[in-house]
C-alpha cells in the first residue's frame, strides 16, 4: 500500500472511533513512527486530528466530521456494478430506487479516464444469477418486521394449501434467484423457511404473542441422524456439484467417483429422493434402507404413471 492510499486508511480507520498509534501501525503493518508522521501529514493538510495522550490515549476526529466521496478505483467501481447488476436480476429486490441511484453514484465517483474501461470490462464479466418472474410484494415490510422484531399475520400458500400463521420473521436470504424468509411460526412452534413469492397476504399482529424467545431454527443435519451413504459416478459427482447444501458433503474416490455422505433429518428424505431421481442410475444409495425403499417406490410410481393412457 502506497502512502496516499494508507492516509486515507488511516482517515476511514479514524472515523470509527479512537485509535492509538500502535493499533493502526498494527493494523496497516508500519511502525509507530511511521503512522506519527502520517498522522502529521494529514494534520498540515487541514484534517482536524485530535491526540490524547496518556495510557488510554489515541487519536480521534471530531464526532460531526465527514470525509468527502472518495474516488473509486477502476477495480472497486467494477466490484459494485458486478454486485448490483446480479441483484437486477432478481425479480425483486428491496429498495429498487435506491440501487439505481446508487448505479448513478458509482459512475460519478469513478475518474472520467476510467469510465470507459468500466463499460469494457462490466461486458467481459459476469455473476450468473438465476432470472425469476415471481413477484414478492411483502419483501420490503418483512424486512422491517424482522429489524424491528415485528410479529406479523400471514396468509401462507405451500405444497399443503393455503394457510394462517402468526409469524416473527428473523432473517431473509436469497438462494437460486428466490427469496426466503426465516421465521418463528407461533402456530407450528418453531422456526421454519418460508418462500417470500408464497405470501399472499402479510399484515401487522393486532396483539403480539407473549414468546421471550424463539427457539432455535430446525436442524437439518445433525449426528444424531442417521448418516446417508450414496455412491456417485464420476457424471453423478458433476451433476451433484450443482445442488446447493449437497456438494460440501462430497467426498472424492478413484476416476472421479464419489461418496456423499451426511447424516440428513429424516423429514427430509422427500427433498432428498427428488434429487435422486434426477441423478438416475449415476447414484447408488447405500444407507439407509429407508431412503432406498422411498426412491424405489417413487421411481415405481413415476414408471406406473407414465404407462396409463
Known amino acids: 500500500m502506497n ?40 494534520c498540515e493538510m487541514g484534517i482536524p486530528i485530535a491526540a490524547d495522550l496518556g495510557v488510554t490515549g489515541g487519536y480521534n476526529l471530531p464526532p460531526d466530521y465527514s470525509l468527502q466521496p472518495l474516488a473509486l478505483t477502476l477495480h472497486e467501481a467494477l466490484l459494485l ?3 448490483l447488476s446480479s441483484l437486477s436480476q432478481l425479480g425483486e429486490t428491496p429498495f429498487n430506487r435506491e440501487r439505481e441511484t446508487l448505479l448513478a453514484k458509482v459512475q460519478t465517483l469513478l475518474p472520467r479516464r476510467e469510465r470507459a474501461h468500466l463499460d ?11 432470472s425469476r418472474s415471481y413477484q414478492t410484494p411483502f419483501l ?69 404473542p407473549q414468546v421471550e424467545r424463539p427457539p432455535a431454527p430446525i ?38 467417483e464419489g461418496l456423499l455422505s451426511l447424516h440428513l433429518r429424516p ?11 434426477g441423478l438416475g442410475t449415476d447414484a447408488k444409495v447405500l444407507a439407509p434402507d429407508e431412503l432406498r425403499v422411498r426412491l424405489q417406490r417413487a421411481a415405481q410410481d413415476i414408471a406406473d404413471h407414465c404407462s396409463q393412457l
Open 3 to 42: 502512502r496516499i492510499d494508507r492516509l486515507m486508511a488511516i482517515l476511514l480507520l479514524l472515523q470509527g472511533g479512537k485509535r492509538s498509534a500502535g493499533e493502526i501501525a498494527q493494523h496497516f503493518e508500519v511502525s509507530r513512527r511511521t503512522i506519527q508522521r502520517d498522522i502529521d501529514a494529514l
Open 140 to 208: 420490503e415490510y418483512l424486512l422491517e418486521c424482522a429489524n424491528q422484531e415485528r410479529w406479523v399475520v400471514v396468509d401462507y400458500r405451500s405444497e399443503k394449501g393455503t394457510s394462517q400463521q402468526t409469524l416473527l420473521p428473523l432473517h431473509l436470504r436469497t438462494s437460486a434467484g428466490l427469496w426466503y424468509c426465516e421465521a418463528y411460526s407461533l402456530e407450528r412452534a418453531e422456526t421454519r423457511v418460508y418462500r417470500v413469492d408464497r405470501f399472499l397476504d402479510v399484515r401487522a399482529a393486532a396483539s403480539p
Open 267 to 277: 423429514a427430509d428424505y422427500d427433498w432428498l429422493v427428488g434429487v435422486l431421481l
Open 81 to 83: 456494478r458486478m454486485a
Open 120 to 130: 469494457l470490462f462490466t461486458q467481459t464479466l459476469s455473476l450468473d444469477v438465476p
Open 219 to 256: 436442524r437439518h443435519t445433525h449426528p444424531s441422524f442417521p448418516e446417508i451413504r450414496i455412491h456417485l459416478t464420476a457424471r453423478g459427482v458433476m451433476k451433484l456439484e450443482r445442488v446447493q447444501h449437497l456438494a460440501s458433503c462430497l467426498q472424492p474416490e478413484a476416476g472421479g
